[in-house]
């Protein structure tokens, strides 16, 4: 391995990433190309925090100078099955095990793959060669360039020259970052397309799934000139790969010219897999799309700026896959796929700012999380939302011309759109004053509403909003967490016939602490705020206009859009549990679903609830009450959507049955738990998975599995093992987790530890889903105090282990957050990643507490109030 340099001071001082590659002095060499001039290594040191070698020359290296090399004959690590950078997989086919090797090395798993300067701002060009039998197949981020039979007992000591071994050298890639470098060798197969330039578009598969890449070549293509027109800035690539790996830890990743996929997020199969699915797969894939252009051709200079990558990708492929599939309505599932999410996480005190500094790499990988993604995401589609598409599209496209293959500070792209802002609307915006504020400091704002009936003034007053007002912020602000606000506003007069998609003519822009606003309705009416939840803050009305909002639900909710109608039901639920509003409002909205036939309100609504389902289901008394309730509440609407497809269902109407079908079930209505035990009993005696429709297979084998018997619940589980198909056997896994008996739920866990039969990419989900079962959270936690050394060292990566972590915040006694505190005491300085996701949990069982005190008295009032006493 040879790296070049570009010396740009002179030192004596070298600095070389590697993670787990033995090297010695004698191992490097580092001379000049030219001269041949060796530089003698006086000291090579090791720092394992920092993961590089330094190295130490007797001279100092010439400023300006390009024709320094550093050399390295050879250097080996173990392959291993971690998920972390060259790394091995395999799968069944035909009986035989088939082995390949992959990579994942973002955000900092170069160096474990080779040693290099595997920083972001490190751009360079890399010629990667690649070393293999000639049986398997080599793909890399750019296109073969030549094949040469090369003799194996020179690269492979165990094999002998008969074997046939060939090296494959691959064109020299763009400059670019060592993290979106890729590499596979496996024995997958292809199909490809090519477009009007001539590109080749291939996706990667083992042969048995091949036949379900159909969707994903089509959508390759489609996506990547999508972007192309839309930026206005060529794919700069002659070719894109795409790979499906049967082992992958996230759950995609977008390496330059080779995107490489979990298996169950590229393979569909439209007679097995839920709509949701197939809705998942183009949303991921739109999103590493997205990232060819920001991210890979223009890179942010530090891990700090992640949300530059990750934020706008998470946003932007809403309007890829609009594009593709304009009758999913993205922008509205957005407020309940993103929005809502980054709200929740957002609203504790122990967030942080999306721009926030990293040093090492578990600091780098904390912020792989909700508000780097999703609220970043939130906060570029209020930003697209307050200066239009046009000048977002244009400002963008400027911003990626002028960086091209070079790295930025997030104020250039503040800079970029401002110049657009002016040219196109010559009007003035310091967009940097405004996004400062919201990626700068953490959380977001309340808007507390009051009206002057005389006047017809409407008075807003910002507060930072916290799920638990009584928490002290983790970061200080030096903006006083104060934002300046687009604030959209609407009345029944001007909303009468509907919110309108485009909504920036309603921006009133908020400066101050308090502001008032004029309000161009009678005193009778009701007022919306925060039109199609374009924006990041939550909005408190007077209660008057609650309860007119209200009533217009009730009698017409058409009036306001789906996103409206969710965002209505998230705050007021958001409002309440923080003690801000009464119950008595979200519950009386929540009436009104029992005329609402749109996906997007009943996800939030059911979400919402979620959580005094999660509250209540595991001992309080008040369950029985509030399942009550929601059985009557989702009748209507599982009898509508009932358990069978139509002909006539739309993409969003699966949805929605799979979200009705599941609530209806855990609430315990009797139409819904029979049918689903029938469909059930019908499956086990075909043993035909195609018995039962995609879009309600997981609440069936939910249904289903808690009543097997330990032998019964064996048999299942060995037929998971039969299936190939990703989507059925995710399902599958879930609902193993829905046995009532507590020595299956524990012993689930133990096979979840054993990649003989889980593996290990699935691990987190088990434990997700045994916690999800009531009797399973306690068995949960038990198993991870009893084991957390074990389980630490064997999750992949960082991800995994924080959404381990997360899992826990659903208890609400003072004895679990005291057991959860000794937890986190005798483990300190070994949470690594997760430290951030322990302190939020325990932050959440301390909001849950307070919520069993006191909200939970007024939720029961209420339950008898309405007669669902039981």
């Given at each position: 391995?040879?790296?070049?340099?570009?010396?740009?001071?002179?030192?004596?001082?070298?600095?070389?990433?590697?993670?787990?590659?033995?090297?010695?002095?004698?191992?490097?060499r580092?001379?000049?190309?030219?001269?041949?001039?060796?530089?003698?290594?006086?000291?090579?040191?090791?720092?394992?925090?920092?993961?590089?070698?330094?190295?130490?020359?007797?001279?100092?290296?010439?400023?300006?100078?390009?024709?320094?090399?550093?050399?390295?004959?050879?250097?080996?690590?173990?392959?291993?099955?971690?998920?972390?950078?060259?790394?091995?997989?395999?799968?069944?086919?035909?009986?035989?095990?088939?082995?390949?090797?992959?990579?994942?090395?973002?955000?900092?798993?170069?160096?474990?793959?080779?040693?290099?300067?595997?920083?972001?701002?490190?751009k360079?060009?890399?010629?990667?060669?690649?070393?293999?039998?000639?049986?398997?197949k080599?793909?890399?981020?750019?296109?073969?360039?030549?094949?040469?039979?090369?003799?194996?007992?020179?690269?492979?000591k165990?094999?002998?020259?008969?074997?046939?071994?060939?090296?494959?050298?691959?064109?020299?890639?763009?400059?670019?970052?060592?993290?979106?470098?890729?590499?596979?060798?496996?024995?997958?197969?292809?199909?490809?397309?090519t477009?009007?330039?001539?590109?080749?578009?291939?996706?990667?598969?083992?042969?048995?799934?091949?036949?379900?890449?159909?969707?994903?070549?089509?959508?390759?293509?489609?996506?990547?000139q999508?972007?192309?027109?839309?930026?206005?800035?060529?794919?700069?690539?002659?070719?894109?790969?795409?790979?499906?790996?049967?082992?992958?830890?996230?759950?995609?990743?977008?390496?330059?010219?080779?995107?490489?996929?979990?298996?169950?997020?590229?393979?569909?199969?439209?007679?097995k897999?839920?709509?949701?699915?197939?809705?998942?797969?183009?949303?991921?894939?739109?999103?590493?799309?997205?990232?060819?252009?920001?991210?890979?051709?223009?890179?942010?200079?530090?891990?700090?700026d992640?949300?530059?990558?990750?934020?706008?990708?998470?946003?932007?492929?809403?309007?890829?896959?609009?594009?593709?599939?304009?009758?999913?309505?993205?922008?509205?599932?957005?407020?309940?796929?993103?929005?809502?999410?980054?709200?929740?996480?957002?609203?504790?005190?122990?967030?942080?700012?999306?721009?926030?500094?990293?040093?090492?790499?578990?600091?780098?990988?904390?912020?792989?999380?909700?508000?780097?993604?999703?609220?970043?995401?939130?906060?570029?589609?209020?930003?697209?939302?307050?200066?239009?598409?046009?000048v977002?599209?244009?400002?963008?496209g400027?911003?990626?011309?002028?960086?091209?293959?070079?790295?930025?500070?997030?104020?250039a792209?503040?800079?970029s759109?401002?110049?657009?802002?002016?040219?196109?609307?010559?009007?003035?915006?310091?967009?940097?004053?405004?996004?400062?504020?919201?990626?700068?400091?953490?959380?977001?704002?309340?808007?507390?509403?009051?009206?002057?009936?005389?006047?017809?003034?409407?008075?807003?007053?910002?507060?930072?909003?916290?799920?638990?007002?009584?928490?002290?912020?983790?970061?200080?602000?030096?903006?006083?967490?104060?934002?300046?606000?687009?604030?959209t506003?609407?009345?029944?007069?001007?909303?009468?016939?509907?919110?309108?998609?485009?909504?920036?003519?309603?921006v009133?822009?908020?400066?101050?602490?308090?502001?008032?606003?004029e309000?161009?309705?009678?005193?009778?009416?009701?007022?919306?705020?925060?039109?199609?939840?374009?924006?990041?803050?939550?909005?408190?009305?007077?209660?008057?206009?609650?309860?007119?909002?209200?009533?217009?639900?009730?009698?017409?909710?058409?009036?306001?859009?789906?996103?409206?109608?969710?965002?209505?039901?998230?705050?007021s639920f958001?409002?309440a549990?923080?003690?801000?509003?009464?119950?008595?409002?979200?519950?009386?909205?929540?009436?009104?679903?029992?005329?609402?036939?749109?996906?997007?309100?009943?996800?939030?609504?059911?979400?919402?609830?979620?959580?005094?389902?999660?509250?209540?289901?595991?001992?309080?008394?008040?369950?029985?009450?509030?399942?009550?309730?929601?059985?009557?509440?989702?009748?209507?609407?599982?009898?509508?959507?009932?358990?069978?497809?139509?002909?006539?269902?739309?993409?969003?109407?699966?949805?929605?049955?799979?979200?009705?079908?599941?609530?209806a079930?855990?609430?315990?209505?009797?139409?819904?738990?029979?049918?689903?035990?029938?469909?059930f009993?019908?499956?086990?005696?075909?043993?035909?998975?195609?018995f039962?429709?995609?879009?309600?297979?997981?609440?069936?084998?939910?249904?289903?599995?808690?009543?097997?018997?330990?032998?019964?619940?064996?048999?299942?589980?060995?037929?998971?093992?039969?299936?190939?198909?990703?989507?059925?056997?995710?399902?599958?896994?879930?609902?193993?987790?829905?046995?009532?008996?507590?020595?299956?739920?524990?012993?689930?866990?133990?096979?979840?530890?054993?990649?003989?039969?889980?593996?290990k990419?699935?691990m987190?989900?088990?434990?997700?889903?045994?916690?999800?079962?009531?009797?399973?959270?306690?068995?949960?936690?038990?198993?991870?105090?009893?084991?957390?050394?074990?389980?630490?060292?064997?999750?992949?990566?960082?991800?995994?282990?924080?959404?381990?972590?997360?899992?826990?915040?659903?208890?609400?006694?003072?004895q679990?957050?005291?057991?959860?505190?000794?937890?986190?005491?005798?483990?300190?300085?070994?949470?690594?990643?997760?430290?951030?996701?322990?302190?939020?949990?325990?932050?959440?069982?301390r909001?849950?507490?307070?919520?069993?005190?006191?909200?939970l008295?007024?939720?029961?009032?209420?339950?008898?109030?309405?007669?669902?006493?039981?």
């Amino acid at each position: 391995m040879q790296v070049r340099l570009s010396i740009n001071e002179s030192t004596s001082n070298i600095k070389l990433h590697s993670d787990r590659i033995p090297l010695t002095a004698a191992d490097i060499r580092v001379f000049d190309s030219k001269s041949n001039k060796n530089y003698t290594i006086t000291r090579c040191m090791y720092d394992e925090e920092r993961q590089w070698y330094s190295i130490d020359l007797s001279e100092p290296l010439t400023a300006n100078s390009t024709d320094v090399v550093i050399g390295i004959a050879r250097f080996k690590a173990p392959l291993q099955s971690d998920l972390r950078g060259l790394y091995v997989s395999s799968y069944i086919e035909n009986g035989t095990t088939k082995y390949l090797a992959t990579s994942q090395l973002q955000p900092t798993d170069a160096r474990k793959t080779f040693p290099c300067f595997d920083e972001p701002a490190f751009k360079a060009t890399f010629d990667i060669s690649i070393v293999r039998k000639k049986s398997f197949k080599s793909i890399s981020n750019m296109p073969s360039k030549r094949v040469t039979k090369v003799s194996s007992s020179d690269w492979f000591k165990e094999m002998s020259d008969s074997d046939q071994v060939e090296k494959e050298d691959f064109e020299t890639t763009p400059i670019m970052s060592t993290y979106i470098l890729a590499f596979i060798v496996s024995q997958f197969e292809y199909i490809e397309d090519t477009d009007a330039q001539l590109r080749k578009y291939r996706t990667w598969m083992r042969p048995e799934l091949l036949s379900l890449s159909e969707f994903s070549l089509v959508a390759q293509k489609n996506f990547t000139q999508f972007y192309e027109a839309y930026f206005g800035v060529p794919f700069p690539l002659k070719k894109m790969d795409q790979a499906a790996v049967p082992d992958f830890n996230a759950g995609a990743m977008e390496n330059w010219g080779l995107i490489i996929y979990r298996e169950s997020l590229l393979a569909f199969d439209s007679r097995k897999d839920r709509s949701s699915v197939y809705q998942r797969i183009g949303s991921v894939m739109s999103h590493e799309f997205a990232h060819m252009w920001f991210g890979n051709l223009v890179t942010p200079e530090w891990w700090d700026d992640l949300w530059l990558n990750e934020g706008f990708a998470s946003f932007v492929e809403n309007i890829g896959l609009n594009n593709l599939r304009p009758d999913w309505n993205m922008d509205s599932q957005f407020v309940a796929t993103k929005q809502m999410a980054a709200l929740e996480v957002d609203s504790m005190g122990s967030s942080h700012p999306i721009y926030v500094e990293v040093h090492n790499p578990n600091q780098i990988s904390e912020i792989f999380d909700t508000i780097t993604y999703r609220k970043g995401a939130t906060v570029l589609r209020m930003l697209h939302g307050f200066v239009g598409d046009e000048v977002f599209r244009k400002g963008v496209g400027n911003y990626l011309r002028q960086n091209s293959y070079g790295n930025t500070f997030h104020t250039a792209l503040y800079d970029s759109l401002t110049r657009q802002y002016s040219e196109s609307t010559n009007k003035s915006l310091d967009v940097g004053s405004v996004m400062d504020r919201w990626i700068k400091q953490m959380g977001y704002p309340v808007l507390n509403c009051s009206v002057s009936t005389a006047a017809r003034r409407l008075t807003l007053t910002q507060n930072h909003f916290l799920s638990d007002p009584s928490q002290v912020p983790s970061y200080p602000s030096d903006y006083n967490y104060m934002w300046i606000i687009p604030v959209t506003m609407g009345t029944k007069q001007n909303l009468s016939s509907g919110t309108p998609e485009d909504v920036s003519g309603f921006v009133n822009w908020m400066n101050e602490k308090e502001q008032s606003f004029e309000l161009d309705n009678s005193a009778d009416d009701w007022y919306l705020l925060n039109l199609r939840s374009s924006g990041f803050y939550r909005v408190n009305y007077d209660l008057d206009n609650w309860k007119r909002l209200i009533d217009q639900l009730i009698s017409n909710n058409t009036v306001f859009s789906p996103q409206d109608r969710a965002r209505l039901l998230d705050d007021s639920f958001a409002l309440a549990s923080a003690g801000y509003l009464d119950y008595s409002i979200p519950l009386n909205m929540t009436r009104y679903l029992k005329s609402e036939t749109h996906y997007v309100p009943w996800s939030s609504a059911l979400s919402k609830i979620g959580y005094l389902h999660s509250m209540l289901h595991r001992q309080s008394p008040e369950y029985g009450s509030l399942s009550a309730y929601m059985r009557d509440l989702l009748e209507g609407a599982f009898n509508d959507v009932g358990l069978d497809n139509k002909d006539t269902d739309t993409h969003l109407t699966k949805l929605k049955r799979e979200i009705i079908v599941w609530s209806a079930c855990l609430y315990r209505l009797p139409s819904c738990k029979n049918a689903a035990k029938e469909k059930f009993r019908g499956f086990v005696g075909l043993n035909d998975i195609a018995f039962i429709h995609p879009e309600i297979r997981r609440r069936v084998f939910c249904e289903g599995v808690s009543t097997l018997l330990l032998n019964e619940w064996d048999d299942f589980f060995d037929f998971t093992k039969t299936v190939s198909h990703p989507g059925t056997q995710n399902d599958m896994f879930r609902g193993l987790a829905c046995s009532n008996d507590p020595l299956i739920l524990n012993r689930y866990l133990e096979f979840a530890m054993n990649e003989s039969k889980v593996r290990k990419q699935d691990m987190a989900y088990v434990f997700a889903s045994v916690a999800a079962n009531p009797k399973g959270l306690e068995i949960v936690w038990n198993y991870l105090r009893t084991n957390w050394n074990t389980v630490k060292k064997k999750f992949p990566g960082a991800f995994t282990t924080s959404y381990i972590i997360e899992i826990l915040g659903d208890f609400n006694s003072e004895q679990k957050y005291a057991e959860l505190v000794e937890f986190k005491e005798r483990h300190r300085g070994n949470f690594g990643s997760a430290s951030r996701a322990m302190d939020q949990t325990l932050e959440k069982v301390r909001v849950n507490i307070d919520w069993m005190k006191t909200k939970l008295p007024r939720v029961r009032t209420w339950l008898i109030e309405n007669g669902q006493a039981i």
